[in-house]
């Protein structure tokens, strides 16, 4: 999606889809969160509730973006349980957590809301995300 600011220079944003594994019912857990180009960064701007049926038929299932995704100031995080930590899993998918989840050592273990796999979390500089497959 491109659109033009103020200043009438282009702005390149895209909407993509995780899933909050806090949400009260587990059939409506899926969001979806805006991110605009700053530079060569991504950045989270705002994130809304959404159902499966709209995210595929708007064709967020369908993107695939790579790199940082740092939440700017005014992110509000997730719309079901406001954090603004986010974790990919190796199904490719990515999701909302707490960061008070993490063990002893550090290590933040959490199970995937999309494919129920569970793992640890490390930090990364970047990630791929994609949509689909609800």
């Known amino acids: 999606m491109k659109e033009n600011n103020e200043n ?3 702005i ?3 909407i993509i889809l995780a899933k909050c594994p806090y949400a009260f019912s587990k ?3 899926l969001f979806g969160m805006r991110i605009q180009k700053f530079g060569s960064d991504w950045k989270r701007t705002w994130a809304f509730k959404i159902d499966p049926e ?3 038929n708007e064709g967020y299932d ?6 940082t995704f ?3 100031s005014e992110y509000p995080g997730c719309p ?3 954090s603004v930590s986010l974790a990919q899993c190796n199904c490719g998918k990515s999701f909302c957590f707490h960061t008070e989840e993490k063990n002893e050592k550090g290590i933040v273990q959490l199970k995937c809301p999309w494919c129920g796999q569970v793992g640890e979390y490390h930090s990364v500089e970047t990630l791929n995300l994609q949509g689909g497959g609800f």
């Open 27 to 29: 059939n409506e857990n």
């Open 80 to 82: 079901y349980c406001h």
């Open 12 to 14: 390149e944003a895209k």
């Open 54 to 56: 709209r995210a595929h």
């Open 8 to 10: 009438n220079q282009r």
């Open 62 to 67: 369908k993107e695939h973006t790579s790199g």
């Open 70 to 72: 740092d939440p700017t």
